[in-house]
């Protein structure tokens, strides 16, 4: 079985190589005896073992749901044993990659509230390590969540510079907020015009992929998509692109 290298696969190899290493420290170590989990070497040993199960699982079918989820178990597992700068790395890494993937394939931004109060209840709850460290892991949280909020101001300003003015002055949607639902049925689209879209908005699959995926010519599937970028005022996929990214676009 041929695997497409990519970036994705990357980090999950070398995550592999880390979860493995820690699996392997886990079994021969005894735990963490001032933790307040209990039976913790048995605990760690099994939740290592899931994660690294499921981190194989993503190296052949790549899933930023599972990447999220191995990173929030290790990230409570690490605070709660001993590793707790590493536990939080590994917190904030997972909301990274959530709030990317939010954006990337424009869906609903997950409220974040709820994973900051059990993420604060976490570290609190490594209390058996000592106040000092306790105090001192929720201090670093706040200094990464202020970090990753001002490079994310600095990335977004400078991503407005390089937005075409067929985004920017779009007068199309101009009377829709930016995060507001879309409809595409409102665009006198027709049903395979509109799963085009959302295929191209969503999967980011190309006019060869769309081809081949619904037995279309690439020459139909560009016919197709010159009648949307009318309608939506634009003149390349990549504009529709960028301009749909701002909403959250159902049929």
Request: aromatic share 12%; glycine share 2%; net charge positive.
């Amino acid at each position: 079985m041929k695997l497409k290298i990519s970036l994705e696969r990357v980090v999950s190899i070398v995550g592999l190589l880390f979860i493995g290493t820690a699996l392997w420290s886990a079994i021969i170590l005894n735990g963490d005896p001032d933790s307040i989990i209990p039976y913790s070497k048995q605990v760690i040993v099994t939740v290592h073992t899931i994660c690294t199960l499921l981190t194989i699982f993503t190296i052949f079918k790549p899933s930023t749901k599972l990447h999220v989820i191995v990173f929030f178990i290790e990230s409570i597992l690490l605070i709660l044993t001993n590793y707790e700068m590493l536990g939080v790395m590994f917190f904030y890494s997972a909301l990274a990659e959530i709030k990317i993937m939010d954006f990337m394939k424009n869906k609903r931004p997950v409220n974040m509230t709820i994973i900051f109060i059990l993420h604060v209840i976490n570290i609190l709850l490594m209390y058996t390590h000592g106040w000092s460290r306790t105090i001192i892991t929720l201090g670093t949280s706040a200094f990464m969540c202020t970090l990753y909020l001002w490079l994310f101001s600095l990335l977004k300003a400078k991503f407005s510079c390089i937005i075409p003015t067929t985004i920017s002055e779009n007068k199309c949607l101009k009377n829709k907020k930016v995060g507001s639902l879309i409809h595409l049925s409102d665009y006198n689209l027709s049903e395979r015009q509109m799963q085009l879209i959302l295929d191209n908005l969503h999967n980011n699959l190309s006019y060869k992929e769309l081809s081949d995926k619904y037995y279309m010519s690439i020459s139909l599937v560009k016919k197709e998509f010159a009648y949307i970028f009318k309608v939506f005022e634009v003149s390349k996929i990549e504009e529709l692109h960028m301009l749909l990214l701002q909403y959250l676009v159902e049929k």
